[in-house]
């Protein structure tokens, strides 16, 4: 009797339990307390979350932090005058041209291209490098530099007679640009030295 008395008595306590927890989840005054949601939404508060953001969204949301923490970091540590964007924007190599890039790249094209022109062009030559030059202005990218190169050939139009002539006049012209920037000007009896021969010392062999 008694083991039949134990198992009843264990039975009704089985069956309390079950029934406070149930009315405990159904009780609308009663909601259980996810921890687990809230570390799930602070952390996405606080970092960017690449398995629940979609890519495009998220490369969005990094690029926003970056800048943030560089921008932080510059105006705490700069002690010159650095010119802060610069330093945003050089993060990396594989990113688009800014201004200054692309006029340095075009230039070492420009030389480039006058230093390999033939000693004894042809009209042909000349008729298409004539229409190239001039082309220039009309396709640049940045239209204050296209305006300006413009200007530089109405005012000083190409020599194109031959290599030496026209390796010259691109060093000129590149001369009247670095003037109007306040930058160093090059030494144009060593253009050829420059962009087609290597240096007499000997260290671009």
């Not at 050089?90 to 006058?114: F, M, N, V, Y």
């Not at 220039?136 to 200007?151: G, L, M, Q, R």
Request: proline share 4%; aromatic share 10%.
């Amino acid at each position: 009797m008694s083991i039949f008395y134990n198992i009843y008595n264990s039975y009704l306590v089985l069956v309390n339990s079950f029934q406070r927890g149930v009315f405990k989840l159904n009780d609308v005054k009663e909601k259980p307390v996810d921890n687990t949601y809230n570390i799930i939404q602070h952390s996405q508060a606080d970092e960017p979350c690449r398995s629940c953001t979609d890519f495009r969204t998220f490369s969005r949301m990094r690029r926003q932090e970056f800048s943030q923490s560089q921008v932080h970091s510059v105006n705490s540590q700069s002690t010159n005058n650095i010119d802060e964007t610069k330093i945003l924007e050089h993060q990396r190599e594989d990113c688009p041209l800014d201004k200054d890039e692309l006029g340095r790249s075009t230039w070492k094209l420009l030389h480039t291209i006058a230093a390999t022109y033939s000693d004894k062009p042809s009209q042909e030559d000349q008729t298409n490098m004539e229409q190239f030059i001039r082309l220039i202005p009309k396709v640049y990218p940045c239209e204050t530099c296209a305006n300006d190169f413009a200007e530089i050939l109405t005012y000083h139009p190409p020599n194109i007679s031959s290599q030496i002539s026209f390796a010259k006049w691109m060093c000129e012209a590149h001369n009247m640009v670095n003037r109007k920037l306040e930058k160093p000007l090059f030494d144009c009896s060593k253009v050829n030295e420059r962009w087609r021969d290597g240096w007499a010392d000997g260290h671009c062999d």
